[in-house]
C-alpha cells in the first residue's frame, strides 16, 4: 500500500524524485564486464579459432571422426567440403566444419615425435 502512495505522490510532483545514480554503480559495471569478457567472450573466440585453424589444417588420408560420430578417412578435400570414405566404396561428402576430431596422431600413434616418448611406456 506503501509503494502506491509512493507511486502517487511522485505522478502529482509531491516527492521529488532523487536524481543521480550511486557512484559505486559504476566500477562494479565495469567489474562484471570485464569478469564476463575474460570468462565468457574470450575463451569463446579461443575455441573458435582453434576449431578455424583445425578445419584449415586438415589432410588428405587422415582419419577423423565427424560430430554425427562417423569414424572414416578424408579421401578430398575442398574449399568448404571434405570426402571421407567410411567403408570401402562408401564416400560421404561433409562440410569442414562437420568434423570434430582427428585420430590419425592420438589413436594410431603416427607422428613425428621421436622414439623416445614412446619407449618410456
Known amino acids: 500500500m506503501n509503494n502506491l502512495l509512493f507511486l502517487w505522490q511522485d505522478a502529482i510532483g509531491g516527492v521529488p524524485a532523487e536524481s543521480g545514480t550511486n557512484p559505486l554503480l559504476w566500477p562494479f559495471m565495469l567489474m562484471a564486464l570485464i569478469i564476463f569478457y575474460f570468462f565468457i567472450i574470450r575463451p569463446q573466440q579461443k575455441e573458435q579459432k ?8 586438415l589432410k588428405k588420408g587422415s582419419k577423423v571422426i565427424t560430430i554425427g560420430g562417423m569414424h572414416g578417412t578424408i579421401a578430398d578435400l575442398q574449399e568448404t567440403e571434405v570426402s571421407i ?24 600413434g603416427e607422428s613425428s615425435k621421436t622414439g623416445k616418448e614412446k619407449s618410456k611406456v
Open 85 to 108: 570414405i567410411i567403408a570401402p566404396k562408401t564416400v560421404v561428402t561433409l562440410q569442414r566444419s562437420s568434423i570434430s576430431l582427428e585420430l590419425t596422431n592420438s589413436v594410431y
Open 50 to 57: 582453434k576449431q578455424k585453424n583445425f578445419s584449415e589444417n
